[in-house]
């Protein structure tokens, strides 16, 4: 994530206050290799990835002090790419 390390104080803390994990790029890349599979996760992997979920909405819904910074427009943007590799690789639709 290239705006990550300007991230603003403020979000910074919050995000550590609240155990918001701020390095999501390592998970979507994992994820985007596992979305050529055919089959469907094992119940290990499934685990995992509604882990992963849990991550990202964290990111989504958190009410950001300054929102508009760059660092967490980007990081929310990873993180709803994110959730949307999940669903694919559990077969859900989001509404």
Known sequence: MSELHRITDANL???RCYG????????CETLASRLGREKRPLLAELADLL???KM????VLHA???PRDPAV???QAQARR???QVDT???RRRR
């Open 13 to 15: 803390i919050s995000a």
């Open 20 to 27: 918001i994990e701020l390095d999501v790029e390592g998970t």
């Open 51 to 53: 882990r992963h979920e």
């Open 56 to 59: 990202f909405r964290a990111i």
């Open 64 to 66: 950001w002090p300054d």
């Open 73 to 75: 427009v980007e990081l």
């Open 82 to 84: 994110g959730l949307a």
């Open 89 to 91: 690789l559990t077969g």
